[in-house]
């Protein structure tokens, strides 16, 4: 039987592969896609998941928008490495499906009250959604079989400031409730997400797949254009949220270990930093499952073995 899943998610460039690599997997079952505000705007974002649905020829799972705004003061969107559009150079028709009416947030409560502990919610953008529905029904954190978080660093410091990366800096309130809820956490973070760069090389395999959805995902995987705003030109590109998918897929390419993860919510300088205590000094129990290494070459062989598999 397929796992099901639910995927938070703010496309976004990697997360419109992640949703690609989802598709493609026979292991999954993707119950739905809560848009997050975050790379984008939410109005933006719930648009992008439902074009990329609809790419892929999957327009019946439904989309629902979740939270505009973030728990936490200010909104620092992040067009400046995703294209004004969100995904890079790839553009995508303005999809037919329509938004659903429910509020994500409670798609994803009811989903998981009806089907405990079996479904799994990949969050692959700032945690205001999943936040939000742990404040509106905690015991939902008992109810999760996984959530595996795309965010955060420990030696990797930040990517957003030097010290905390963009999805915990985007909404740090959410991510310290979610970090604190008991929900069993699996956590991606920059320093995993770092060994996965979208070389020249590895981009060519995805795109000579000649269907639609590894052209469009080759595309993804490019680094984008300096925009206005003066972003620096990267030979390669880590490719952070399709991780999350991969490790679903295949565990046996990641190793990791348990430990306590902090989110700093008040420091100016270090807003949004996961504070990891690798030595158990803190005192507190660990919260999540920390993933530190990947095959990155195995991840891009199960990437494009399976991208094949799409229209
Ligand atoms: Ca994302």
Redesign the pocket.
């Known amino acids: 039987m397929p796992r099901p899943i639910i995927i938070d ?4 460039t ?2 419109a592969v ?1 949703i690609l690599l989802a598709l493609a997997a026979p292991e999954l079952e993707v119950l739905g896609l809560v848009a ?1 505000a ?2 984008l705007p939410l109005r933006l974002t719930e648009r992008n998941a439902r074009a990329i649905l609809e790419l892929a020829g999957r327009s019946e799972i439904p989309v629902h928008a979740g939270c505009p705004r973030f728990m936490s003061p200010g909104n620092n969107t992040a067009e400046h490495a995703h294209g004004d559009g969100g995904l890079g150079h790839l553009e995508l028709p303005p999809p037919r499906a329509a938004l659903r009416r429910e509020h994500g947030v409670d798609f994803l409560i009811e989903t998981l009250r009806g089907a405990p502990r079996s479904i799994t919610v990949c969050a ?2 700032p945690l205001t959604n999943i936040a939000t529905a742990l404040v509106k029904a905690p015991e939902i954190a008992g109810q999760m079989a996984e959530l595996v978080v ?1 965010g955060g660093a420990s030696h990797a410091l930040g990517n957003t400031t030097p010290a905390a990366e ?2 915990m800096h985007a909404d740090p309130f959410a991510a310290a409730l979610v970090f604190d809820s008991g929900a069993p956490i699996t956590m991606i973070p920059l320093d995993l997400t770092h060994q996965v760069l979208s070389t020249p090389e590895r981009i060519g395999r995805v795109r000579a797949l000649g269907n639609r959805c590894g052209e469009a995902a080759s595309v993804l995987m490019s680094p984008p254009q300096p925009t206005k705003r003066g972003q620096v030109k990267r030979p390669t590109y880590a490719l ?2 399709p991780c999350v998918i991969a490790y679903l897929l295949a565990p046996e390419l990641f190793e990791g270990v348990e430990a306590n993860v902090a989110v700093e919510t008040q420091s100016p300088l270090t807003l949004g930093m996961t504070v990891v205590d690798w030595r158990a000094v803190s005192g507190r129990p660990p919260n999540a499952r920390i993933m530190t290494k990947i095959d990155a070459d195995g991840f891009y062989a199960l990437l494009t073995e399976r991208l094949a598999s799409l229209p």
């Not at 998610?9 to 976004?12: E, I, K, M, Y």
Request: proline share 6%.
């Open positions: 998610t703010d496309p976004g990697d997360d992640a997050a975050g790379n692959l953008g795309m963009f999805n952070h949220d």
